[in-house]
């Protein structure tokens, strides 16, 4: 099997390409960072094909299927993300809207070429990163969480209509909690979380996809996190979740 994995230049799309490829797996991998992704290549004992690309550009995004889509991969890891932290009257609405040209349309765009692809062939699987940031409401990080959350709703959506089908293309979510990656830094977060370790979560991700598990949470902090969700009023989530983001700043906002 053969997959293509975005934002594997570091973080989580870095940690699964490497579990892939320890898989036996070949792999393509996107980034804007090219000199990052020929360290990976270096390092992975693979068939590794580079595409260096910026998706947050859409044109971008059109191109990198159009490069890949003759070639025989089962494998979408849509990873690439990105966050911008701070109050939404103050964050800078350029990066806001980066962001979102990231975590929203680049992964519509390839979910869905490349669900069209798989689809067609009645097999495969693709794997969305979320976050645990999905389930909730997110004060001080709100784009963020909200684009997470988009994420989760289309690939549940989509996930029921492959089902309704009978199809044999697998399609789930994979929200991870904190784990120590440079998202933090990128997103201008001061202070982090101690989490799951990286290469633990990365593991669970692809054995849970291999298992066809619709919504894939690694820790069982993270897990208790969800059941309170479904438990408590969203202003109460709001407030709780306002406090967390609040103490990444130091206190100050």
Known sequence: MRALVTGASSGIGRAIATRLAADGHDLIVTARREERLLALKQELDADVEIVPADLSREEECFALFDRVKDQPF???INNAGLGVFGAFQKTDLTRELGMLRVNITAMHILMKLCLEKFAGQDRGYILNVASSAAFLP??????????????LRLSQAV???LRREKSNVYIGAFCPGPIATEFGQAADVKKGFTGVPLSCAADYAVRMMYKRKAVIIPGATMKLARVLDKILPDGVLARAAYNLQKTKFGGSV
């Open 74 to 76: 089962d494998i979408l």
């Open 138 to 151: 997110g004060p001080l990080f709100s784009g963020y969480y909200a684009s997470k959350a988009y994420v």
């Open 159 to 161: 996930r029921e209509e």
